[in-house]
């Protein structure tokens, strides 16, 4: 049982650039969500999703696209990267959304 | 505009002692609330969490205490230990609407 796995742990990108932020989970879970966290601002939710096939947005959605076509994955893409997406991305999960969320290490990105 | 609110960015306690953390809130039909715990570089943990229809919980040396009416919650850590020292994120939700809302984080640290 690895939990929740988030690949890569860390990327650099140019600005302009597309890439694909990886998250996984072997539990189970309906629920899966991304989030960044930016100096002194907290997480703040992207995306998420209830279950396969359904996925909703979050506060700061602009510059992310998301898909659930599986329960296991819920990866994140970027299509055009700017550096005001350099911050660290969480994936989480949980049963359903008011029960407990499990986090993912973490991918630290840097937008050139 | 921030839903939920952590109004002091740290706090340091002598191990032994008790910690409390405050969280506050705007949105009067958040439902669930969550404390996280997050050390550096790892993502953030589950600690504990109250449903509205509560107003305390706890969990060894954590208490959650939750004031609906001041829109107000409050962690209670006793006795305060060394390892504790981390950044603290309050979260809330609202069921009928799937999203989690964390605050801004307080970095706790604990002095031997």
């Known amino acids: 049982n690895a939990g929740v796995t988030q690949t890569p742990k860390f990327q650099v990108l140019k600005t302009g650039q597309s890439m694909t932020l990886q998250c996984a989970q072997d539990?189970?879970?309906?629920?899966m969500s991304w989030y960044r966290q930016d100096p002194g601002m907290g997480l703040r939710l992207i995306h998420y999703?209830?279950?396969?096939?359904?996925?909703d947005q979050g506060e700061v959605p602009n510059g992310y696209n998301v898909s659930r076509s599986t329960t296991e994955d819920f990866p994140l893409r970027l299509l055009s990267a700017a550096p005001s997406q350099t911050s660290v991305y969480f994936c989480?999960?949980?049963?359903?959304?008011?029960?407990?969320?499990?986090f993912g290490p973490g991918t630290r990105l840097l937008v050139l | 505009d921030q839903q939920v609110k952590q109004n002091s960015p740290s706090l340091s306690v002598q191990e032994g002692r008790i910690s409390i953390l405050n969280c506050d809130y705007t949105n009067s039909m958040f439902d669930y609330f969550l404390w996280y715990k997050k050390y550096p570089a790892e993502g953030p943990t589950f600690l504990i969490s109250?449903?509205?229809?509560?107003d305390k919980n706890e969990d060894g040396r954590f208490t959650v205490f939750l004031n609906k009416s001041a829109k107000h919650l409050s962690l209670h850590i006793v006795p305060s230990q060394p390892g504790d020292s981390a950044v603290y994120f309050c979260?809330?939700?609202?069921?009928?609407?799937?999203?989690?809302?964390f605050g801004t984080g307080t970095r706790l640290k604990v002095l031997a």
């Open positions: 979260a809330a939700s609202d069921t009928g609407t799937y999203k989690y809302i």
């Open positions: 989480a999960s949980s049963f359903r959304v008011q029960e407990t969320q499990y």
């Open positions: 109250i449903s509205s229809i509560k």
């Open positions: 999703s209830v279950g396969a096939g359904i996925t």
């Open positions: 539990m189970n879970h309906e629920y």
